[in-house]
């Protein structure tokens, strides 16, 4: 793999990393940091929008949505400290969402990593 591509990796990671240090900080109160995380995600879509993250973000935020409502409320399989929606906290699905993005972004780095060069004699 090729360093800008790790660089790429690590940067993409980074945010995701911030948030969930953010939680540890704040995770008592939901609706700051469902703030925080919305904050984030906007900054993220401004900075660096990418054709298919709204998409990539709504496909990860209802599929976890769906699945913590399942381990929650349905199954019981585990419970949150904090639960204010749904048997979860509001943030969770957002952080499924923002982890869905991260996801689609570095396979996206992995997959031009993977193409070879064109143009350029060996």
């Known amino acids: 793999m090729r360093s800008k591509s790790i660089l790429e990796i690590i940067l993409q990671t980074f945010l995701f990393l911030v948030g969930a240090c953010i939680t540890y900080f704040f995770w008592k109160n939901s609706l700051l940091l469902t703030g925080i995380y919305l904050a984030i995600l906007l900054a ?33 399989l585990h419970t949150f400290a904090n639960a204010d929606f749904f048997g979860m906290p509001m943030w969770m699905p957002i952080v499924w969402g923002s982890f869905s993005l991260l996801m689609k972004r ?3 780095i992995i997959y031009k990593d993977a193409q070879p060069e064109t143009g350029k004699h060996k």
């Open 106 to 108: 570095i396979g996206i």
């Open 44 to 76: 993220i879509f401004l900075v660096n929008y990418q054709q298919g993250d709204f998409f990539a973000f709504c496909y990860g935020a209802v599929l976890g949505f769906a699945i913590e409502v399942f381990a929650t409320d349905i199954t019981h």
